[in-house]
T-cell receptor, first 111, second 116 residues
């Protein structure tokens, strides 16, 4: 069955370190998204991509970057982790305007 | 402004009770989609339903039903004869029919606890 895999599931890092969260999908979807989920804020879009070599900023992109070198992967990099980036991160994908399929999430703690 | 309001932050029911989760939205778009997603304690977000704005027919899927009323800008979700496995956070979302999901507006979620 097709799926989206996020790794790691849990990560603890220190302030100032660079962190990369992996997202791999086997749906063959062109569209991929990164969200963060925080109490009181719901789901907020960080970055998205509509295809290989395409990346776009979402509403909370500061401090994050993504790259899309193939269809399957959209890694999310925190250039210099900050405590405000402690959150649960979700990767999602879709074909066109079809509903999003989500990964299981990565819980990131920045100490 | 586009907005999704889930006024019920937390709901607690006893197994076999019926429960309705409310979703009220605001949009200036004439065509749009509405969604419900489920987030069980394990954490993943699971798609439940997408409703097109021009289709106001109610939808039923097993114990789940959805009532879409454009006149009140509401898309409510009812679970009949609730079960412990229904315990989860439920999110309502609004999105334009075009835009490849980049403009989805999410509610803050309703946490449902179904107690045995």
């Amino acid at each position: 069955d097709a799926e989206i895999t996020q790794s790691p599931r849990h990560k603890i890092t220190e302030t100032g370190r660079q962190v990369t969260l992996a997202c791999h999908q086997t749906w063959n979807h062109n569209n991929m998204f990164w969200y963060r989920q925080d109490l009181g804020h719901g789901l907020r879009l960080i970055h998205y991509s509509y295809g290989v070599q395409d990346t776009n900023k979402g509403e909370v992109s500061d401090g994050y970057s993504v790259s899309r070198s193939n269809t399957e992967d959209l890694p999310l990099t925190l250039e210099s982790a900050a405590s405000s980036q402690t959150s649960v991160y979700f990767c999602a994908s879709s074909a066109g305007n079809s509903p999003l399929h989500f990964g299981n999430g990565t819980r990131l703690t920045v100490t | 402004a586009q907005k999704v309001t889930q006024a019920q932050t937390e709901i607690s029911v006893v197994e076999k009770e019926d429960v309705t989760l409310d979703c009220v939205y605001e949009t200036r778009d004439t065509t749009y989609y509405l969604f419900w997603y489920k987030q069980p304690p394990s954490g993943e977000l699971v798609f439940l339903i997408r409703r097109n704005s021009f289709d106001e027919q109610n939808e039923i899927s097993g114990r789940y039903s959805w009532n879409f009323q454009k006149s009140t800008s509401s898309f409510n979700f009812t679970i009949t004869a609730s079960q412990v496995v229904d315990s989860a956070v439920y999110f309502c979302a609004l999105g334009p029919r075009a835009g490849n999901n980049r403009k989805l507006i999410w509610g803050l979620g309703t946490s449902l606890a179904v107690n045995p």
